[in-house]
């Protein structure tokens, strides 16, 4: 069975401040997504990482995929109230599945 | 574009009642189409995809069935509902190739009195 653990499951911090929220597996993926969800919506897609040891950068947001494309990691640099959500990863299918596995999700709170 | 509708967004049943959620994709042709439940605060969890007309793949051996009458439609049902059917239930669609991302509609909050 496909698990994708994330951690921290909860953080509240400053605004102005950085963090790192991790997202693991023992499985490889095809590809690995990140999203953001709002309350009472679904998720939307923040970024796809499809290459192992692959960088991007969405303002000051920064995802990397790991060399093995079994775990990424999501960086916030001076964190914004706005940024406040739920963010999950999720690992897209591999040869012959057609299942996203979500990661277990990580609530960030921002405070001002 | 391509656009997702999910409904209701609200549904309050008895236990013991039946339930049909639908989702309609408009845009796209043969997309894959998912239902995901999701506990407050929590991931989600896969429940069914379709791949096709008539095709469903069961990820959770539970008291739900899902059917794909037509291309862009998915349908999640129950003959009986539990308690533990509350939840709040995602429909989304995804195309080829793997690595293209989902796409969420705004969900329907259960709750099972």
């Known amino acids: 069975t496909q698990l994708l653990e994330q951690s921290p499951q909860f953080l509240s911090i400053q605004e102005g401040e950085n963090l790192t929220v991790y997202c693991n597996s023992s499985?490889?993926?095809?590809?690995l997504q990140w999203y953001r969800q709002e309350p009472g919506e679904g998720p939307v897609l923040l970024v796809t990482v499809v290459t192992g040891g692959e960088v991007k950068k969405l303002k000051r947001l920064t995802f990397q995929f790991g060399d093995a494309r079994k775990d990424s990691s999501l960086h916030i640099t001076a964190a914004q109230p706005g940024d406040t959500g739920l963010y999950l990863c999720?690992?897209?299918?591999?040869?012959?599945?057609?299942?996203?596995?979500f990661g277990t999700g990580t609530r960030l709170k921002v405070l001002a | 574009s391509q656009t997702i509708h999910q409904w209701p967004a609200t549904l309050v049943q008895p236990v013991g009642s039946p339930l049909s959620l639908e989702c309609t994709v408009e845009?796209?042709?043969?997309?894959?189409l998912y239902w995901y439940r999701q506990a407050a605060g929590r991931g989600l969890q896969l429940l069914f995809y379709?791949?096709?007309?008539?095709?469903i793949s069961s990820e959770v051996p539970q008291n739900l069935s899902a059917s794909r009458p037509q291309d862009r439609q998915f349908i999640l049902s129950s003959k009986k509902l539990l308690l533990s059917d509350s939840g709040f239930y995602l429909c989304?669609?995804?195309?080829?190739?793997?690595?293209?991302?989902?796409?969420f509609g705004n969900g329907t909050r259960l709750t099972v009195t």
């Open positions: 989304a669609w995804g195309a080829f190739p793997a690595s293209s991302p989902l796409h």
């Open positions: 499985s490889v993926f095809s590809s």
């Open positions: 845009g796209t042709s043969n997309p894959n």
């Open positions: 999720a690992g897209g299918p591999t040869s012959g599945t057609y299942k996203y596995i």
């Open positions: 379709s791949v096709g007309i008539g095709q």
